[in-house]
């Protein structure tokens, strides 16, 4: 079956520490998004990527980094800067062609500071 | 720049009655909307969407929601609520001038009482 993968599922970072969070889709679809979801904030964006080798910050990408160097895999680093990284993160996909499309969610990865 | 208002943070239905999570936007041109569920620990499930033609959408799990471009509203409703209908709702819109870019609401936490 096709879909997101997001991996891993529980992931713990030591103060300055870079962390890096998997997100692998096999929908053949070109664009790809990170998301940060805080309990009743609903869903902010990080970065998206809508061709393969591109990408665009979004809402809240300060103390972030992403690489989109296939078109199945974007991942995203969660950097020392990031002063705050306890949160769910959602990886998402969507066709991309011209227009609105739905996008379809991996399960998450939940970030904790130890 | 669009925005998604859920003004509900939580509601509580009894299992067998019915459900209406209220969905407000703003956006000056006719907008794309979805409705998204999600599980506990989960990523987000499309419930339906909405980008033209008969304003009142069918989607999955019995769900249906109405477009009222008066109201700037997509309300999203059920006739008889089950017990496993208890998670997250999140009303999204797209803009077609800003890409496939989505903008959430906050979410509406559903609980179910026996």
Redesign the interface.
């Known amino acids: 079956d096709g879909g997101?993968t997001?991996s891993p599922k529980y992931l713990f970072r030591k103060e300055g520490q870079n962390v890096t969070l998997s997100c692998e889709q096999n929908l053949n679809h070109d664009?790809m998004y990170w998301y940060r979801q805080d309990p009743?904030?609903?869903?902010r964006?990080i970065y998206?990527s809508?061709i393969v080798n591109d990408f665009q910050k979004g809402d809240i990408a300060e103390g972030y980094s992403v690489s989109r160097e296939k078109k199945e895999s974007f991942p995203l680093t969660v950097t020392s800067a990031q002063k705050n990284p306890t949160a769910f993160y959602?990886c998402?996909s969507?066709i991309?062609r011209q227009?609105?499309?739905?996008?379809?969610?991996?399960?998450?990865t939940?970030l904790s500071i130890l | 720049a669009q925005s998604v208002t859920q003004p509900d943070i939580h509601i509580t239905v009894s299992e067998g009655a019915s459900l209406e999570l209220r969905c407000n936007y703003s956006y000056g041109a006719t907008p794309y909307l979805f409705w998204y569920v999600q599980s506990p620990g989960q990523g987000l499930q499309l419930l339906l969407k909405y980008f033209s033609g008969d304003t009142l959408v069918q989607g999955i799990k019995g769900f249906e929601a109405e477009f009222k471009r008066s109201q700037s509203s997509f309300n999203l409703r059920k006739p008889s609520v089950h017990w496993s209908d208890a998670a997250e709702y999140f009303c999204a819109v797209g803009a077609g001038n800003a890409g496939n870019m989505l903008t959430f609401g906050g979410g509406t936490r559903l609980m179910v009482k026996p």
Request: no cysteine; net charge neutral.
């Open positions: 997101i997001q664009a009743g904030q609903g869903l964006l998206y809508q959602l998402a969507s991309g227009g609105i499309q739905p996008q379809h969610f991996g399960d998450g939940r």
